[in-house]
C-alpha cells in the first residue's frame, strides 16, 4: 500500500508535530508532504525523512513568517501531485486537508481543530496585537478562504478529531461526523516522583490564546514559584508582568522537561487547548494539573483526581484553583494509571483499525463499481 502523510507546515514543534512523528512511525516509507519545512526548529530525526515542500519553501521570507502566507497555502497544497498513492493521512489544523487526490485513493484526515482563524475568528483575534485596520484588511481574505475550506472539507473521506470538543466543531463548520482518537502520549517515558518541590509549572509557546499571562499573574498574587518553560513572540509582555517569584527556563530538552514535570508541585494549563498533550505527560509523572475548564482538558483531566478544573478564564478563577488543589491529595500512581490511556500504543491501534476499515469499505465500492460497468 502506497501512503502519503500531509501536514500544515514543520516550523516549530508542537502536539500536532508529535502526531506526524507517531504517523511516521507507523508508515517509515512514506513521504511527508507540507508547505514549508524548517530543519532548525524541527527534531534532528526528521532530516532522515522524505519531505517534500512546496513552493513556499522557495520563499526565503515566509520561512520564519509563514503565517503572513495565509492567500497561498490552498494554492500550495492544491499542486502537490498524490496521484501515486493508495492512503493518504493529512494532519490538518488549516490547509493540509485541502489536498487534491484522485478516486482511487483513500484520504483520511487526522484533525486537530477546524482553521481557528477562519471559524472562530473573534476569539482567535481577540488577544492579538491587530488593529480595527488590520481586522477590517483581513476579513475579506477569511471570508475567501472560508469558502475554500468548505470545499477542500468535502474532500476528506472519513475525519478522525483529536478530542471532543474538534468533533463537535467538524460537525458544526462541516457538518461531517468523525472518529475520535486522541494524540499520542509516550506514558513509558514518563517517571513519577514522590520527592515534590514547592514550583508551579508552564510549558508552552508564548502565544496570546495560550494564557500564560493567567499563570504568571495568578502566581504574582499568590506569590507561588513559577517556573515557564518556552518561548514566542510574547517573551517580551509576559517578562515585563512577571513578578519575583517567576522564573523564565526558556527552551529545555525533553529529559528536562520530564524532570521538572515529576517534581512540579503541579502543572498549570491556563489557555483552551484543543487536546492539550502536556497535561497528560504532567499526569503520566505523577503531576497534578491545574486547567481551564474547556477544550481538551474535559477529555484529558478529572477533577478532583488528576487535577484541580477552573470554570473562567480569569486570575481569581485560578487563584482558587490553586488554593483548592493545595488542600487535595492526589494519588501519584492513580493519576500515571489515568494517564496511560492516552499511550501511543493505545492511538496506532485505533489508527491502524480506522485505516483497514475505510480501506476495506472504498476497494468494496471500487469493485461494485467495476461489476456494475462489465
Given at each position: 500500500m502506497r501512503v502519503a502523510i500531509v501536514h500544515d507546515y514543520l516550523a516549530q514543534m508542537g502536539g500536532a508535530e508529535k502526531v506526524v512523528e507517531?504517523?511516521?512511525?507507523?508508515?517509515?516509507?512514506?513521504?511527508?508532504?507540507?508547505?514549508?519545512?524548517?530543519?532548525?526548529?524541527?527534531?534532528?530525526?526528521?532530516?532522515?525523512?522524505?519531505?517534500?515542500?512546496?513552493?513556499?519553501?522557495?520563499l526565503p521570507a515566509l520561512k520564519k513568517t509563514h503565517r503572513f502566507a495565509l492567500p497561498l497555502y490552498p494554492l500550495a497544497f492544491e499542486s502537490f501531485d498524490l496521484r501515486d498513492y493508495d492512503l493518504v493521512i493529512s494532519s490538518s489544523s488549516a490547509f493540509a486537508k485541502g489536498v487534491i487526490t484522485q478516486p482511487h485513493t483513500v484520504h483520511i484526515c487526522y484533525t486537530h481543530t477546524p482553521m481557528r482563524f477562519g471559524w472562530m475568528t473573534h476569539?482567535?483575534?481577540?488577544?492579538?496585537?491587530?488593529?480595527?485596520?488590520?481586522?477590517?484588511?483581513?476579513?475579506?481574505?477569511?471570508y475567501r478562504l472560508r469558502l475554500w475550506d468548505v470545499v477542500a472539507a468535502l474532500r476528506i473521506d472519513r475525519y478522525i478529531a483529536n478530542s471532543t470538543v474538534v468533533a463537535q466543531r467538524i460537525a458544526h463548520f462541516y457538518r461531517r461526523e468523525c472518529d475520535i482518537v486522541y494524540p499520542p502520549v509516550d506514558t513509558s517515558r514518563f517517571k513519577p516522583s514522590a520527592h515534590k518541590e514547592d514550583y508551579y509549572l508552564v510549558a508552552a509557546r508564548f502565544a496570546p490564546y495560550k494564557r500564560l499571562d493567567l499563570a504568571i499573574e495568578a502566581c504574582n498574587r499568590l506569590k507561588r514559584p513559577l517556573k515557564v518553560v518556552g518561548s514566542g513572540r510574547q517573551e517580551a509582555y509576559l517578562r515585563r508582568i512577571a513578578g519575583p517569584t517567576?522564573?523564565?527556563?526558556?527552551?529545555?530538552?525533553?529529559?528536562?522537561?520530564?524532570?521538572?514535570?515529576?517534581?512540579?508541585?503541579?502543572?498549570?494549563?491556563?489557555?483552551?487547548?484543543?487536546?492539550?498533550?502536556?497535561?497528560?505527560?504532567?499526569?503520566?509523572?505523577?503531576?497534578?494539573?491545574?486547567?481551564?475548564?474547556?477544550?481538551?482538558?474535559?477529555?484529558?483531566?478529572?477533577?478532583?483526581?488528576?487535577?484541580?478544573?477552573?470554570?473562567?478564564?480569569?486570575?481569581?478563577?485560578?487563584?482558587?484553583?490553586?488554593?483548592?488543589?493545595?488542600?487535595?491529595?492526589?494519588?501519584?500512581?492513580?493519576?500515571?494509571?489515568?494517564?496511560?490511556?492516552?499511550?501511543?500504543?493505545?492511538?496506532?491501534?485505533?489508527?491502524?483499525?480506522?485505516?483497514?476499515?475505510?480501506?476495506?469499505?472504498?476497494?468494496?465500492?471500487?469493485?461494485?463499481?467495476?461489476?456494475?460497468?462489465?
Open positions: 507517531v504517523l511516521h512511525e507507523m508508515f517509515p516509507e512514506a513521504p511527508v508532504y507540507t508547505s514549508v519545512y524548517v530543519p532548525e526548529a524541527m527534531p534532528a530525526s526528521f532530516k532522515s525523512w522524505d519531505i517534500r515542500t512546496s513552493f513556499l519553501q522557495h476569539s482567535y483575534l481577540e488577544r492579538e496585537e491587530i488593529g480595527r485596520l488590520g481586522r477590517i484588511l483581513l476579513e475579506p481574505l477569511l517567576v522564573e523564565f527556563l526558556g527552551r529545555v530538552s525533553d529529559a528536562e522537561l520530564v524532570q521538572l514535570m515529576a517534581h512540579a508541585r503541579g502543572y498549570i494549563m491556563p489557555g483552551q487547548e484543543d487536546f492539550g498533550i502536556s497535561p497528560v505527560e504532567a499526569n503520566a509523572c505523577g503531576c497534578p494539573v491545574i486547567a481551564y475548564a474547556a477544550g481538551g482538558a474535559l477529555d484529558t483531566q478529572v477533577d478532583g483526581v488528576t487535577g484541580v478544573l477552573f470554570s473562567e478564564q480569569s486570575v481569581e478563577s485560578l487563584c482558587e484553583a490553586l488554593c483548592r488543589a493545595e488542600n487535595l491529595a492526589f494519588d501519584i500512581h492513580v493519576m500515571r494509571q489515568h494517564a496511560q490511556q492516552f499511550d501511543t500504543s493505545v492511538f496506532k491501534e485505533r489508527i491502524r483499525q480506522i485505516i483497514g476499515e475505510e480501506m476495506a469499505k472504498h476497494h468494496k465500492v471500487v469493485s461494485g463499481e467495476r461489476r456494475q460497468n462489465v
